[in-house]
């Protein structure tokens, strides 16, 4: 098959993205597909009508992770010709002449449903969750709303609008420790912990500087599990334990400790498969995602948040979950395009 791997992007997750497309294209590769990255805002040179003829070299490229997120105006200057419109020169085209396009964007702009909406409307075939489910996942929010009406157990929590927050409707919040997070960002990154009002005035103003809302839920103290779902189905459930907060600068260090399958019993680890499996469903996504959860020290499961489009570097969660039950990164990265092909 021609397949364009879709990564880069204008998130603050640029640099996971880039590193996740390139894996990702490497392993489609070894499985005999033609394949092409692209960076979807920077797009190419190249036509689509060359895209495909094999003479990419993946192996002579390289992405790294930086400590922090990049500086997204300097990437936008670098395009060239304009920063303005997301879909950089030949990226549509070239999206066109693919039998399926393998989205590995992260945030937003990638992530949050926009370019799923694009694709279906131009009959472009994508890997992952439809613009629905995207969206629905992207803002946490709604994530919140959805799992917790349908009895998924979260933190005590509320969202505010840059309105309410000018109007001091943020005062009455009395609950501490607490953490405030951008409500369509990933990746942890604008993440704070606040352990008073004072700290908490400081998070949330610097997360609605950002232009968007933020989301304050409070801090449950306990171990933290990931549960990826291919295909409705839940995978071995991951143990992530942080030096330290685990921030943008923590996730992607690699001082955090990922343990698979996770040290917990067999109840335990039922419970967690059957929460993603059930946030899954209420969020309507399709193919894969990934759950995050804190387990209390009282033995309650809270959903932190869900990932549509996790991270697909040999590092990332969801292909060290594969990994326990025999799929390699090949292996997994073929078994998400023909799942993803199936809902078309």
């Known amino acids: 098959m021609n397949i364009t791997v879709l990564a880069g992007g204008l998130s603050g997750e640029r640099d996971v993205s880039l590193t996740s497309g390139l894996m990702c294209a490497k392993s489609l590769k070894s499985k005999g597909h033609n394949v092409f990255l692209l960076d979807v805002f920077m797009g190419t040179e190249v036509t689509a009508d060359k895209a495909f003829d094999g003479s990419t070299d993946f192996d002579a490229q390289s992405f790294s992770i930086s400590d922090n997120e990049p500086d997204l105006e300097k990437i936008r200057q670098l395009r060239g010709e304009s920063p303005d419109g997301f879909f950089g020169k030949n990226v549509l085209d ?7 396009v393998f989205m590995a964007l992260h945030g937003a702009n990638g992530e949050d449903g926009k370019i799923q909406a694009t694709f279906d409307l131009l009959g472009i075939k994508y890997t992952g969750s ?3 489910g995207s969206a629905n996942a992207m803002n946490k929010g709604i994530t919140r709303r959805l799992l917790i009406a349908d009895g998924i157990q979260m933190a005590t929590g509320t969202t505010y609008t840059e309105a309410q927050f000018k109007k001091g409707k943020h005062s009455s919040w009395n609950k501490f420790p607490c953490i405030v997070k951008p409500c369509c960002g990933g990746s942890s990154i604008g993440v704070s912990k606040a352990e008073n009002t004072a700290e908490f005035e400081t998070a949330l103003e610097a997360c609605i500087k950002t232009g968007d809302d933020a989301v304050v839920e409070e801090f449950i103290s306990g171990r933290e599990f990931s549960v990826g779902i291919i295909d409705g189905k839940a995978l071995p459930v991951i143990e992530i334990i942080a ?3 685990y921030d943008y600068k923590n996730k992607y260090s690699g001082k955090t400790l990922e343990v698979c399958p996770a040290e917990v019993d067999e109840d335990t680890a039922k419970r967690l498969q059957k929460a993603a499996e059930k946030a899954f469903v209420s969020l309507k996504l399709n193919v894969y995602s990934r759950f995050d959860f804190i387990l209390s020290k009282d033995g309650q499961i809270y959903c932190l948040e869900a990932n549509t489009l996790p991270g697909m570097t040999k590092a990332s969660l969801i292909p060290q979950e594969a990994a326990v039950i025999g799929l390699s990164h090949a292996d997994l ?10 809902r078309f």
């Open 243 to 245: 030096d330290g907060f």
């Open 333 to 342: 990265c073929d078994l998400i395009v023909n799942k993803s092909l199936e």
């Open 130 to 132: 439809d613009y629905l």
């Open 94 to 100: 070239i999206c066109k002449k693919s039998d399926i």
